[in-house]
């Protein structure tokens, strides 16, 4: 309901500047804006063509437009970098957060990206370009050095004072930095607790001593764990000698989250994060096809697996019947723990050493969850086909494969994750060929042992 009520809103929105645009009514489209989210309107705005973009660019004042800039997605970003020229951008750049700027820099070309910072005044040249030096998906890459730090000698008097001063400028002022003399981070007061407090106190006096922080190199998925793990507002980001390179706020970790859920999604199936609903056949077909031919080798050895039991097979014709259903279940069992291990490693839960129990827990999980399925099994084969040994045969093969399906299940997330890959790249292709290959051995290799009993 909340979901259609957005697109509404959304479709609402368009209409109403398609109208405007039309018959040009330029007053009506900034009376529009001027009470939309700029969210929406990016949304919106990546709906025009090139010249509707540019001419609604050109009614936009550089302030909101920075705005809706900074929301929108990064093709319109991209596009919007395309069609402006540069004075327009280092404009529209003045009204945007550091760690922004960097994230849209770093889509454009490298010449483009060059010519854009060289118009940039000398202070924000050198600091955009450290920021740039860092990878994406790390600390650095998503800091900003929009911030507030003071002196611990100051007063909570001077300290507001200069608050006032230097405010509007900075993206976060709820958590003030205090650095010793030799500018290194000794401590944080929240804001509210300095209007608590008397206005002769030091920052020293109120300030909290124990400050959870990264380095620049730091992996942005360790990060949001820090922030979930100690709720935190803001994280600072500091050197190896503890100078203050800058912070990460909530909202980056936020987009961080949503980043890595959507990435380790698309990766258990296989699909690359670059992939999207507007992504070319072309693009499409280059980063879905390696991996459906990986999946195509895998399946080859199920297949000759079942082909081991051919003669097996003519004889009792039931079991062509009974043994998807084994496999099946078992590749939904490793599915069941692969999802549930690759969310314990992005939350520092699993990690090699601390498994036995966890490999235990599973295998006992296999064996109960197998008999249950097992039995239902069974009883099923044995009405559908009058043999009761069928039936055990089934409920055995149950057991033993979803045993396997745990087992893979934990063991496929952790050896990624030991070879410095994506614990989430389609694991569950490695997991579903186990479960198909073992599946189809154990239940075969079984009916071919009592197969005077089916016949």
């Known amino acids: 309901m909340e979901e259609e009520k957005v697109r509404d809103k959304e479709e609402l929105l368009l209409e109403e500047l398609q109208a405007?645009?039309?018959?040009?009514?330029?007053a009506k489209f900034c009376q529009i804006v001027e009470t939309a989210y700029p969210v929406d309107l990016g949304i919106v705005m990546g709906k025009f063509s090139d010249a509707e973009l540019l001419?609604?660019?050109q009614l936009l004042k550089n302030e909101k437009l920075a705005d809706i800039l900074e929301h929108a997605e990064e093709t319109l970003q991209i596009r919007l970098m395309r069609i402006l020229d540069n004075n327009r951008i280092i404009k529209l750049m003045r009204f945007m957060s550091k760690d922004n700027i960097v994230d849209i820099l770093g889509d454009m070309p490298v010449k483009n990206r060059k010519e854009i910072v060289r118009l940039m005044q000398f202070g924000e040249q050198k600091i955009i370009q450290e920021l740039l030096g860092y990878a994406e998906d790390t600390a650095g890459g998503i800091m900003t050095t929009e911030y507030i730090s003071f002196r611990q000698e100051l007063t909570v008097a001077e300290t507001l004072q200069k608050i006032r001063e230097i405010a509007p400028k900075t993206e976060e002022i709820?958590?003030?930095f205090v650095l010793n003399g030799m500018k290194q981070l000794v401590g944080t007061v929240a804001l509210r607790d300095m209007l608590l407090a008397k206005d002769t106190a030091?920052?020293?006096d109120i300030m909290h001593k124990n400050v959870i922080s990264v380095e620049p190199e730091a992996d942005q998925e360790e990060v949001a764990r820090l922030v979930s793990k100690y709720d935190l507002p803001v994280i600072p980001v500091v050197s190896k000698r503890k100078g203050l390179l800058g912070i990460i706020t909530v909202d980056d970790i936020i987009d961080v989250i949503v980043?890595?859920?959507?990435?380790?999604?698309?990766r258990l199936g296989g699909v690359s994060k670059e992939e999207n609903i507007a992504s070319s056949l072309l693009d499409s077909v280059r980063m879905r096809l390696p991996w459906l031919i990986v999946n195509l080798l895998t399946a080859f050895l199920a297949a000759f697996t079942v082909s081991m039991f051919e003669s097996t097979i003519s004889r009792v014709v039931a079991l062509a019947v009974a043994m998807p259903i084994v496999a099946g279940m078992g590749g939904n069992a490793g599915t069941q723990t692969l999802a549930i291990v690759v969310r314990g490693i992005a939350l520092g839960e699993v990690k090699w050493g601390n498994n036995k129990r966890l490999v235990l827990k599973e295998i006992f999980l296999g064996v109960i969850n197998g008999a249950a399925t097992g039995a239902i099994t069974g009883v099923l084969i044995y009405f559908m086909f009058g043999n009761v040994y069928l039936g055990w045969i089934i409920f055995a093969a149950m057991i033993c494969n979803l045993v396997i399906a745990g087992?893979?299940?934990?063991?496929?997330?952790?050896i990624l994750k030991a070879l410095h890959a994506d614990?989430?790249?389609a694991s569950s292709i490695f997991i579903t060929t186990a479960t198909d290959v073992f599946g189809f051995f154990i239940f075969l290799g079984l009916a071919k042992i009592f197969i005077q009993y089916l016949l």
Request: hydrophobic letters at 50%.
């Open 423 to 425: 614990p989430a790249v």
């Open 259 to 266: 980043e890595e859920h959507t990435e380790d999604m698309l």
């Open 174 to 176: 709820n958590t003030i």
């Open 55 to 57: 001419y609604l660019c």
């Open 20 to 26: 405007t645009l039309a018959v040009r009514d330029d």
């Open 407 to 414: 087992f893979f299940g934990f063991l496929v997330p952790l």
């Open 202 to 204: 030091m920052l020293a």
